[in-house]
């Protein structure tokens, strides 16, 4: 079905090369992510990281965060809104807030590793 490209976190890596193709979305509906172009923080610092719908809401474990580094493919930080897979430390962490309009990203106890970009992936529903 339209459905069945249901993700999982082992095959999540090739996503982000899709982030800006709308073929993929498959019944779901596109919307529009706001995200900063920059934060920074300092070492041992925190950082939030958001992106946010421009319309509809973010369904229920439909947004995961990447970090890619150049010369890498991205690496999964969070699926399903605030889930980690091994290997990536508690101090990263997702959560869906403002009415599951915003996907936030944030980052304590910053090291210099944590430098790269970061992108977050979402469905929404009720958004054009």
């Given at each position: 079905?339209?459905?069945?490209?249901?993700?999982?976190?082992?095959?999540?890596?090739?996503?982000?090369?899709?982030?800006?193709?709308?073929s993929f979305m498959g019944s779901f509906s596109?919307?529009?992510?706001?995200?900063?172009?920059?934060?920074?923080?300092?070492?041992?610092?925190?950082?939030?990281?958001?992106?946010?719908?421009?319309?509809?809401?973010?369904?229920?474990?439909?947004?995961?965060?990447?970090?890619?580094?150049?010369?890498?493919?991205?690496?999964?930080?969070?699926?399903?809104?605030?889930?980690?897979?091994?290997?990536?430390?508690?101090?990263?962490?997702?959560?869906?807030?403002?009415?599951?309009?915003?996907?936030?990203?944030?980052?304590?106890?910053?090291?210099?590793?944590?430098?790269?970009?970061?992108?977050?992936?979402?469905?929404?529903?009720?958004?054009?």
């Amino acid at each position: 079905g339209e459905n069945s490209f249901l993700i999982t976190p082992s095959t999540m890596a090739w996503l982000p090369l899709l982030i800006v193709s709308s073929s993929f979305m498959g019944s779901f509906s596109q919307f529009l992510l706001n995200q900063p172009t920059s934060v920074s923080g300092s070492l041992g610092g925190t950082i939030r990281i958001s992106c946010t719908t421009s319309s509809g809401t973010i369904g229920s474990g439909d947004s995961s965060w990447y970090q890619q580094k150049p010369g890498n493919p991205p690496k999964l930080l969070i699926y399903a809104d605030s889930s980690r897979p091994s290997g990536i430390p508690a101090r990263v962490s997702g959560s869906v807030e403002n009415s599951r309009t915003s996907a936030v990203l944030s980052i304590s106890s910053l090291e210099a590793e944590d430098e790269g970009d970061y992108y977050c992936l979402s469905y929404a529903s009720g958004g054009k």
